[in-house]
């Protein structure tokens, strides 16, 4: 997410400035080379995940949102449609992550978001991954 943050702001993907904000915060050096590929595959994918998140939410287009917020769809959009994590840890750590280092108002709005691409890419693809909790 935050190199995410940093392509955003500075309004292109460098592998410099990726590798920088990877590098200060990983001492793993596989778990880096996944996460800034993590990073290069959600932000090719940004206009498409801007494009379904502005659909979803017209009132909070991408160039209203919170850089932070912006970055954790991107992310969590590009985890839900194409990358192997389940839709339930994906959802939780986004929420996460807004809740840490967003607005107060930003958890709720990507869950409402996330699950409504969640639902959304489900129906086209035909899979039904439960997300929520079992009732008790």
């Known amino acids: 997410m935050q190199v995410l943050f940093v392509w955003d702001s500075n309004g292109q993907a460098s592998e410099e400035l990726g590798h920088q904000v990877i590098d200060d915060m990983c001492a793993d050096k596989a778990l880096c080379s996944v996460s800034l590929n993590m990073a290069k595959a959600a932000w090719e ?50 929420i996460e992550l807004a809740k840490e280092y967003s607005t107060e108002q930003s958890a709720a709005f990507v869950n409402g978001v996330l699950d409504a691409v969640l639902k959304e890419h489900q129906a086209l693809t035909g899979t039904a991954q439960t997300v929520q909790e079992p009732s008790t």
């Open 45 to 94: 994918g940004r206009e498409i995940a801007d494009k379904w998140v502005e659909r979803l939410a017209p009132q909070w287009p991408p160039r209203r949102q919170p850089g932070v917020d912006r970055s954790i769809l991107r992310l969590a959009v590009w985890e839900l449609t194409g990358g192997q994590t389940p839709p339930k840890v994906v959802l939780d750590e986004a």
